[in-house]
Protein backbone atom coordinates (compact mmCIF):
# COMPACT_ATOMS: atom_id res chain seq x y z
CA UNK A 1 0.00 0.00 0.00
CA UNK A 2 1.60 3.42 -0.90
CA UNK A 3 1.53 5.98 1.80
CA UNK A 4 2.38 9.57 1.08
CA UNK A 5 1.57 13.01 0.62
CA UNK A 6 0.22 14.93 -2.92
CA UNK A 7 2.15 17.33 -4.27
CA UNK A 8 0.38 20.70 -2.47
CA UNK A 9 0.46 18.82 0.99
CA UNK A 10 4.13 19.21 1.35
CA UNK A 11 5.16 22.27 2.90
CA UNK A 12 6.19 25.27 0.45
CA UNK A 13 10.04 24.56 1.38
CA UNK A 14 10.21 21.22 1.07
CA UNK A 15 8.34 21.94 -2.51
CA UNK A 16 10.99 25.13 -3.30
CA UNK A 17 14.39 22.01 -2.41
CA UNK A 18 13.16 19.38 -4.64
CA UNK A 19 12.00 21.90 -7.57
CA UNK A 20 15.47 23.21 -7.16
CA UNK A 21 17.52 19.74 -7.22
CA UNK A 22 15.61 19.66 -10.61
CA UNK A 23 17.30 23.02 -11.41
CA UNK A 24 20.87 22.20 -10.55
CA UNK A 25 21.01 18.82 -11.93
CA UNK A 26 19.42 19.64 -15.51
CA UNK A 27 18.47 15.76 -16.61
CA UNK A 28 17.64 15.72 -19.94
CA UNK A 29 13.99 17.16 -20.63
CA UNK A 30 14.34 19.08 -17.19
CA UNK A 31 12.98 22.23 -18.93
CA UNK A 32 9.79 21.04 -20.26
CA UNK A 33 9.19 20.19 -16.70
CA UNK A 34 7.76 23.77 -16.36
CA UNK A 35 4.60 22.98 -18.34
CA UNK A 36 3.73 20.83 -15.19
CA UNK A 37 1.68 23.82 -13.28
CA UNK A 38 2.05 27.58 -12.42
CA UNK A 39 4.71 26.92 -9.08
CA UNK A 40 6.93 24.81 -11.11
CA UNK A 41 6.78 27.17 -14.12
CA UNK A 42 8.18 29.94 -11.66
CA UNK A 43 11.03 27.91 -10.81
CA UNK A 44 11.97 26.26 -13.88
CA UNK A 45 11.71 28.82 -16.36
CA UNK A 46 12.96 31.03 -14.41
CA UNK A 47 16.41 29.27 -14.54
CA UNK A 48 15.93 27.87 -17.93
CA UNK A 49 15.98 31.99 -19.49
CA UNK A 50 18.24 33.06 -17.15
CA UNK A 51 20.77 32.37 -19.41
CA UNK A 52 19.91 32.19 -23.49
CA UNK A 53 22.59 31.19 -26.27
CA UNK A 54 21.73 32.67 -29.68
CA UNK A 55 23.37 32.16 -33.36
CA UNK A 56 22.03 34.41 -36.13
CA UNK A 57 19.46 31.57 -37.39
CA UNK A 58 17.47 31.69 -34.05
CA UNK A 59 17.50 35.41 -33.57
CA UNK A 60 14.09 35.75 -34.86
CA UNK A 61 12.40 33.58 -32.85
CA UNK A 62 13.81 35.53 -29.63
CA UNK A 63 10.79 38.33 -29.83
CA UNK A 64 8.20 34.96 -30.43
CA UNK A 65 9.23 32.91 -27.98
CA UNK A 66 10.57 35.29 -25.13
CA UNK A 67 7.00 36.70 -24.77
CA UNK A 68 6.34 40.08 -22.29
CA UNK A 69 5.69 37.75 -19.51
CA UNK A 70 9.16 36.31 -19.70
CA UNK A 71 11.31 39.05 -20.50
CA UNK A 72 12.51 40.22 -16.93
CA UNK A 73 13.87 36.40 -16.76
CA UNK A 74 15.98 36.67 -19.06
CA UNK A 75 19.56 38.27 -17.68
CA UNK A 76 22.35 37.14 -19.87
CA UNK A 77 21.69 36.51 -23.51
CA UNK A 78 25.06 35.13 -25.20
CA UNK A 79 25.49 35.47 -29.15
CA UNK A 80 27.69 33.39 -30.92
CA UNK A 81 29.07 34.74 -34.17
CA UNK A 82 30.30 32.17 -36.85
CA UNK A 83 32.90 33.42 -39.10
CA UNK A 84 34.66 32.43 -42.49
CA UNK A 85 36.68 28.96 -42.36
CA UNK A 86 39.69 28.71 -43.56
CA UNK A 87 41.67 26.03 -45.42
CA UNK A 88 45.76 24.92 -44.86
CA UNK A 89 46.94 27.61 -47.73
CA UNK A 90 45.35 30.26 -45.58
CA UNK A 91 45.67 30.04 -42.03
CA UNK A 92 49.26 31.58 -42.40
CA UNK A 93 48.20 34.72 -43.95
CA UNK A 94 46.25 38.23 -42.96
CA UNK A 95 42.60 38.38 -44.26
CA UNK A 96 41.95 39.82 -47.46
CA UNK A 97 39.79 42.97 -47.70
CA UNK A 98 36.99 40.61 -49.20
CA UNK A 99 37.29 38.27 -46.12
CA UNK A 100 37.61 41.14 -43.76
CA UNK A 101 34.26 42.59 -45.28
CA UNK A 102 32.18 39.30 -45.10
CA UNK A 103 33.32 38.54 -41.52
CA UNK A 104 32.87 42.29 -40.39
CA UNK A 105 29.25 41.57 -41.86
CA UNK A 106 28.81 38.21 -40.11
CA UNK A 107 29.15 40.27 -37.08
CA UNK A 108 27.45 43.45 -37.19
CA UNK A 109 24.20 41.59 -38.61
CA UNK A 110 23.46 39.43 -35.78
CA UNK A 111 24.43 42.22 -33.66
CA UNK A 112 21.95 44.79 -35.55
CA UNK A 113 19.17 42.23 -35.25
CA UNK A 114 19.50 41.43 -31.48
CA UNK A 115 19.88 45.30 -30.64
CA UNK A 116 16.67 45.35 -32.65
CA UNK A 117 14.70 43.56 -30.95
CA UNK A 118 16.06 44.07 -27.69
CA UNK A 119 15.32 47.73 -28.19
CA UNK A 120 11.56 46.68 -28.25
CA UNK A 121 12.06 45.49 -24.26
CA UNK A 122 10.97 47.98 -21.39
CA UNK A 123 12.87 49.38 -19.56
CA UNK A 124 14.12 46.47 -16.76
CA UNK A 125 14.28 47.71 -12.64
CA UNK A 126 17.80 48.73 -11.48
CA UNK A 127 19.71 45.95 -10.60
CA UNK A 128 18.11 43.51 -12.57
CA UNK A 129 20.15 44.72 -16.09
CA UNK A 130 20.63 42.38 -19.13
CA UNK A 131 23.97 41.08 -20.07
CA UNK A 132 25.11 41.08 -23.72
CA UNK A 133 27.71 38.77 -24.41
CA UNK A 134 29.25 38.68 -27.68
CA UNK A 135 31.84 35.91 -28.91
CA UNK A 136 32.89 35.42 -32.56
CA UNK A 137 34.88 32.05 -34.16
CA UNK A 138 35.36 29.52 -36.95
CA UNK A 139 34.40 26.30 -37.44
CA UNK A 140 37.68 25.93 -38.68
CA UNK A 141 40.11 26.79 -35.45
CA UNK A 142 40.54 23.73 -34.34
CA UNK A 143 41.98 22.55 -36.94
CA UNK A 144 44.51 24.71 -36.96
CA UNK A 145 45.95 26.56 -34.54
CA UNK A 146 43.24 26.73 -31.81
CA UNK A 147 43.16 22.92 -31.04
CA UNK A 148 42.11 23.23 -26.83
CA UNK A 149 40.43 26.93 -27.60
CA UNK A 150 36.43 27.70 -27.62
CA UNK A 151 36.13 30.81 -26.97
CA UNK A 152 32.30 30.01 -26.63
CA UNK A 153 32.05 27.91 -29.82
CA UNK A 154 30.79 24.47 -30.18
CA UNK A 155 32.99 21.88 -28.55
CA UNK A 156 34.18 19.57 -31.82
CA UNK A 157 35.61 16.04 -30.10
CA UNK A 158 37.33 14.63 -33.77
CA UNK A 159 39.89 17.44 -34.56
CA UNK A 160 42.58 17.02 -36.95
CA UNK A 161 46.17 17.82 -34.95
CA UNK A 162 47.71 18.68 -38.04
CA UNK A 163 48.75 22.32 -36.21
CA UNK A 164 49.72 23.32 -33.02
CA UNK A 165 49.91 26.36 -31.76
CA UNK A 166 53.02 25.43 -30.24
CA UNK A 167 54.60 24.53 -33.64
CA UNK A 168 54.42 27.52 -35.12
CA UNK A 169 54.41 31.56 -34.94
CA UNK A 170 51.63 32.22 -36.77
CA UNK A 171 47.94 32.44 -36.07
CA UNK A 172 44.43 32.28 -38.14
CA UNK A 173 42.88 35.21 -39.52
CA UNK A 174 40.65 35.77 -36.75
CA UNK A 175 39.70 38.70 -34.23
CA UNK A 176 41.74 39.24 -31.48
CA UNK A 177 39.66 36.44 -28.47
CA UNK A 178 38.27 38.75 -26.36
CA UNK A 179 35.63 38.05 -23.79
CA UNK A 180 32.83 41.15 -23.84
CA UNK A 181 29.99 41.55 -21.73
CA UNK A 182 27.82 44.46 -22.48
CA UNK A 183 25.26 45.16 -18.99
CA UNK A 184 22.36 46.86 -20.57
CA UNK A 185 19.36 48.63 -17.94
CA UNK A 186 17.89 50.28 -20.36
CA UNK A 187 18.44 49.25 -23.67
CA UNK A 188 16.22 51.87 -25.46
CA UNK A 189 18.77 54.48 -23.39
CA UNK A 190 21.99 53.56 -21.84
CA UNK A 191 24.10 51.62 -21.09
CA UNK A 192 25.52 51.83 -17.75
CA UNK A 193 28.40 48.71 -17.33
CA UNK A 194 30.91 47.80 -19.70
CA UNK A 195 33.34 44.41 -19.10
CA UNK A 196 35.72 43.65 -21.44
CA UNK A 197 38.04 40.60 -20.64
CA UNK A 198 40.85 40.11 -23.29
CA UNK A 199 42.24 36.41 -23.25
CA UNK A 200 45.80 36.15 -23.14
CA UNK A 201 48.81 33.28 -22.34
CA UNK A 202 52.43 33.03 -23.05
CA UNK A 203 51.78 30.83 -26.36
CA UNK A 204 48.99 33.02 -27.92
CA UNK A 205 51.14 36.18 -27.17
CA UNK A 206 54.39 34.80 -29.18
CA UNK A 207 51.98 33.98 -32.16
CA UNK A 208 50.30 36.95 -32.16
CA UNK A 209 53.78 38.58 -31.80
CA UNK A 210 54.62 37.14 -35.14
CA UNK A 211 51.73 38.63 -37.00
CA UNK A 212 52.95 41.27 -39.55
CA UNK A 213 51.58 44.86 -38.36
CA UNK A 214 51.19 43.72 -35.09
CA UNK A 215 53.75 45.27 -32.84
CA UNK A 216 52.27 48.76 -34.23
CA UNK A 217 48.92 47.72 -33.11
CA UNK A 218 50.42 47.48 -29.93
CA UNK A 219 52.37 51.06 -29.53
CA UNK A 220 50.06 52.78 -31.95
CA UNK A 221 46.72 51.61 -31.85
CA UNK A 222 46.14 50.73 -28.39
CA UNK A 223 47.21 53.85 -26.65
CA UNK A 224 44.29 55.35 -29.07
CA UNK A 225 41.79 53.17 -28.08
CA UNK A 226 43.22 53.80 -24.02
CA UNK A 227 42.32 57.39 -24.57
CA UNK A 228 38.98 56.54 -25.86
CA UNK A 229 37.94 54.24 -23.06
CA UNK A 230 39.58 56.95 -20.76
CA UNK A 231 37.12 59.62 -22.15
CA UNK A 232 34.22 57.11 -22.38
CA UNK A 233 34.56 56.42 -19.17
CA UNK A 234 33.66 59.29 -17.65
CA UNK A 235 29.53 58.41 -18.54
CA UNK A 236 29.59 54.92 -17.43
CA UNK A 237 28.65 53.63 -13.93
CA UNK A 238 31.30 50.54 -14.26
CA UNK A 239 34.13 49.40 -16.04
CA UNK A 240 36.15 46.65 -15.89
CA UNK A 241 38.61 46.28 -18.79
CA UNK A 242 41.19 43.49 -17.88
CA UNK A 243 44.52 43.21 -20.21
CA UNK A 244 43.77 45.14 -22.99
CA UNK A 245 45.69 48.16 -21.94
CA UNK A 246 47.90 49.33 -18.96
CA UNK A 247 45.83 51.19 -16.12
CA UNK A 248 49.18 53.42 -15.82
CA UNK A 249 48.49 54.26 -19.44
CA UNK A 250 44.68 54.77 -18.59
CA UNK A 251 45.75 57.47 -16.13
CA UNK A 252 47.65 59.39 -18.02
CA UNK A 253 45.25 59.27 -20.65
CA UNK A 254 42.94 61.20 -17.90
CA UNK A 255 42.46 64.83 -18.27
CA UNK A 256 42.06 67.08 -15.55
CA UNK A 257 39.12 68.41 -17.51
CA UNK A 258 37.59 64.93 -17.05
CA UNK A 259 34.80 64.31 -14.01
CA UNK A 260 33.25 61.04 -13.43
CA UNK A 261 30.33 62.11 -11.96
CA UNK A 262 28.26 58.35 -11.89
CA UNK A 263 31.31 56.17 -12.13
CA UNK A 264 30.72 53.59 -9.28
CA UNK A 265 33.62 51.07 -10.22
CA UNK A 266 36.52 50.51 -11.71
CA UNK A 267 38.82 47.75 -12.59
CA UNK A 268 41.89 47.58 -14.42
CA UNK A 269 45.17 45.65 -14.73
CA UNK A 270 48.71 46.81 -15.04
CA UNK A 271 51.40 44.84 -15.76
CA UNK A 272 53.38 47.50 -13.30
CA UNK A 273 52.09 45.48 -10.36
CA UNK A 274 54.52 42.72 -10.03
CA UNK A 275 57.33 42.48 -6.99
CA UNK A 276 60.03 43.32 -9.69
CA UNK A 277 58.91 46.72 -9.45
CA UNK A 278 57.66 47.73 -6.58
CA UNK A 279 58.07 51.89 -6.90
CA UNK A 280 56.43 51.54 -10.08
CA UNK A 281 53.49 49.77 -8.76
CA UNK A 282 53.90 52.34 -5.70
CA UNK A 283 53.57 55.12 -8.42
CA UNK A 284 50.45 53.90 -9.84
CA UNK A 285 48.12 53.44 -6.75
CA UNK A 286 49.24 57.26 -6.24
CA UNK A 287 48.53 57.99 -9.58
CA UNK A 288 45.02 55.87 -9.42
CA UNK A 289 44.21 58.35 -6.16
CA UNK A 290 44.87 61.13 -7.60
CA UNK A 291 41.85 60.51 -10.59
CA UNK A 292 40.08 58.87 -8.33
CA UNK A 293 39.58 62.57 -6.69
CA UNK A 294 37.64 63.24 -9.47
CA UNK A 295 35.21 60.57 -8.80
CA UNK A 296 32.74 61.10 -6.33
CA UNK A 297 30.25 58.04 -6.24
CA UNK A 298 33.39 56.00 -6.46
CA UNK A 299 32.74 52.96 -4.42
CA UNK A 300 35.08 50.39 -5.71
CA UNK A 301 38.32 50.50 -7.23
CA UNK A 302 40.44 47.45 -7.93
CA UNK A 303 44.00 47.17 -9.86
CA UNK A 304 45.32 43.81 -10.70
CA UNK A 305 48.12 41.34 -12.36
CA UNK A 306 48.16 38.32 -12.98
CA UNK A 307 50.17 37.77 -15.86
CA UNK A 308 53.44 35.91 -14.81
CA UNK A 309 53.41 32.76 -13.24
CA UNK A 310 53.81 32.18 -9.96
CA UNK A 311 52.10 36.20 -9.03
CA UNK A 312 49.05 37.69 -8.48
CA UNK A 313 47.63 40.40 -6.67
CA UNK A 314 45.24 43.10 -6.56
CA UNK A 315 45.09 46.50 -4.92
CA UNK A 316 41.64 47.15 -3.70
CA UNK A 317 39.77 50.47 -2.41
CA UNK A 318 36.36 49.97 -1.29
CA UNK A 319 33.83 52.51 0.53
CA UNK A 320 31.04 50.91 2.71
CA UNK A 321 28.72 51.88 5.06
CA UNK A 322 31.46 50.73 8.07
CA UNK A 323 34.02 53.02 6.40
CA UNK A 324 36.27 53.47 3.61
CA UNK A 325 39.57 50.92 3.29
CA UNK A 326 42.31 49.53 1.20
CA UNK A 327 43.46 46.43 0.33
CA UNK A 328 46.49 44.54 -0.80
CA UNK A 329 45.82 41.08 -1.80
CA UNK A 330 48.65 39.26 -3.28
CA UNK A 331 51.07 36.56 -3.41
CA UNK A 332 54.15 39.48 -2.75
CA UNK A 333 54.33 42.09 0.23
CA UNK A 334 53.99 45.79 -0.96
CA UNK A 335 54.09 46.60 2.24
CA UNK A 336 57.69 48.78 2.34
CA UNK A 337 55.98 51.05 -0.71
CA UNK A 338 52.49 51.22 1.05
CA UNK A 339 54.17 54.55 2.43
CA UNK A 340 52.03 57.27 4.19
CA UNK A 341 52.15 59.48 1.26
CA UNK A 342 50.14 56.56 -0.95
CA UNK A 343 48.11 56.06 2.28
CA UNK A 344 47.27 59.94 2.67
CA UNK A 345 46.67 59.94 -1.46
CA UNK A 346 43.79 58.20 -0.68
CA UNK A 347 42.47 59.44 2.49
CA UNK A 348 42.12 62.60 0.76
CA UNK A 349 39.41 60.91 -1.70
CA UNK A 350 37.33 58.83 1.80
CA UNK A 351 37.58 62.78 2.95
CA UNK A 352 35.28 64.18 0.19
CA UNK A 353 32.57 61.77 1.67
CA UNK A 354 32.93 62.76 5.14
CA UNK A 355 35.37 60.14 6.42
CA UNK A 356 38.66 61.48 8.27
CA UNK A 357 40.90 57.76 8.23
CA UNK A 358 41.25 54.81 6.11
CA UNK A 359 41.74 51.19 7.10
CA UNK A 360 44.87 49.68 5.70
CA UNK A 361 44.65 45.85 5.05
CA UNK A 362 46.95 43.45 4.01
CA UNK A 363 46.27 39.60 2.75
CA UNK A 364 48.87 37.51 1.45
CA UNK A 365 47.47 34.40 -1.32
CA UNK A 366 49.47 31.42 -0.12
CA UNK A 367 48.11 29.28 -3.18
CA UNK A 368 50.01 28.71 -6.30
CA UNK A 369 49.61 30.43 -9.10
CA UNK A 370 50.38 28.49 -12.37
CA UNK A 371 47.94 30.53 -14.71
CA UNK A 372 45.73 33.26 -15.17
CA UNK A 373 43.04 31.69 -14.88
CA UNK A 374 44.01 30.71 -10.98
CA UNK A 375 45.46 34.20 -10.52
CA UNK A 376 41.32 35.55 -10.91
CA UNK A 377 40.16 32.59 -8.68
CA UNK A 378 42.54 33.32 -5.82
CA UNK A 379 42.43 36.85 -5.94
CA UNK A 380 38.39 37.05 -4.88
CA UNK A 381 38.45 40.23 -6.79
CA UNK A 382 34.81 41.99 -5.79
CA UNK A 383 34.70 42.90 -9.60
CA UNK A 384 33.44 39.86 -11.46
CA UNK A 385 36.23 40.84 -14.38
CA UNK A 386 34.97 37.60 -16.30
CA UNK A 387 31.67 35.52 -16.34
CA UNK A 388 32.34 32.10 -14.56
CA UNK A 389 31.30 29.70 -17.12
CA UNK A 390 34.02 31.51 -19.29
CA UNK A 391 36.62 31.84 -16.19
CA UNK A 392 36.05 27.91 -15.77
CA UNK A 393 36.52 27.31 -19.57
CA UNK A 394 40.17 29.34 -19.69
CA UNK A 395 41.11 27.22 -16.68
CA UNK A 396 40.43 24.03 -18.49
CA UNK A 397 42.34 24.80 -21.18
CA UNK A 398 45.29 26.15 -19.51
CA UNK A 399 45.83 22.83 -17.88
CA UNK A 400 44.69 21.10 -21.45
CA UNK A 401 47.65 22.63 -23.18
CA UNK A 402 50.23 21.13 -20.23
CA UNK A 403 50.96 17.88 -18.96
CA UNK A 404 48.37 15.90 -17.65
CA UNK A 405 49.93 14.82 -14.57
CA UNK A 406 48.92 18.77 -13.60
CA UNK A 407 45.63 18.48 -11.16
CA UNK A 408 42.45 19.53 -12.95
CA UNK A 409 40.45 22.56 -12.38
CA UNK A 410 39.13 22.57 -8.58
Same mark, same amino acid.
Given at each position: ?? !????????????????????????? +??? *???? @??????????????????????? /?????????????? /?????? %??????? +???????????????????????????????? $??????????????????????????????? %?????????? *??????????????????????? $?????????????????? %?? /??????????? +?????????????????? *????? $?????? $? @??????????????? /????????????????????? +???????????????????????????????????????????????? !????????????????????????????????????????????????? *?????????????????? =??????????????? =???
Amino acid at each position: MW !IGAPWSGLPWEIRQSILMVVVRDKH +PGW *ASLA @SVCTEWQSVIETENLRRITLDED /NIKGLQKNITKERR /NRVRHI %HLNVRLL +PYECDRCREEEDTIEMGVNTGFVIGPLYKLLK $VLSTWPERQPGKGLKLELNAYSDSDCLHWYR %HYYYGAPVQT *ACSSRHQLRDSPFVPPLYPPFDL $VLDIDAPVTTIRKLVIFE %HT /NDELSVALNEL +PGYGNFQTQVIPIITGAF *AWAST $VYEEIW $V @SLLFDAKVFFSCCFE /NYTWWHLRSLCLTSPALNSGS +PAEAAALLHDAARVAMRMPMLHTLVLWNGEEQGQACAFIYRASSTGPS !ITWRGTWDIGLYLTSVIVDAWKAVVSQTGWEDICVCSEPVKEEIRFLGD *AIYYLRLPCQVIEPQSLW =EMRREERMIVPSSLT =EVE
